[in-house]
């Protein structure tokens, strides 16, 4: 899966947990600061994630920063897959 597909399915959980419009989402967004992302925002993400490509991904433990970094570990983590 290229990675531009795994940014549209991983904006379109972030706007559906984080209540921010798709458009709004880069991939240079940065999870915490203008997403307003804590820990427990990531896990429910996490959960989202998973859900959206079936695969456990747990991003508390990581510490992703921006959506660029969830997209890439995700596109490894599909590659394992």
Same mark, same amino acid.
């Given at each position: 899966?290229? $990675?531009? !597909?795994?940014? %549209?399915?991983? #904006? %379109?959980? @972030?706007?559906?947990t984080? /209540?921010?419009? !798709?458009? !709004?989402?880069?991939l240079d967004s940065q999870l915490d600061k203008q997403l307003g992302m804590d820990s427990l925002d990531m896990a429910e993400f996490s /959960? $989202? @994630?998973?859900? !959206?490509f079936g695969i456990a991904l $747990? @991003? #508390?433990d990581i510490q992703p920063r921006? &959506? #660029? #970094? &969830?997209v890439e570990l995700l596109a490894d983590e /599909?590659? %394992?897959a």
């Open positions: 899966m290229m $990675e531009s !597909e795994i940014f %549209k399915r991983v #904006r %379109k959980v @972030l706007a559906k984080q /209540l921010v419009p !798709e458009e !709004e989402i880069s /959960l $989202e @994630l998973g859900d !959206e $747990e @991003l #508390r921006t &959506v #660029r #970094r &969830v /599909l590659l %394992k």
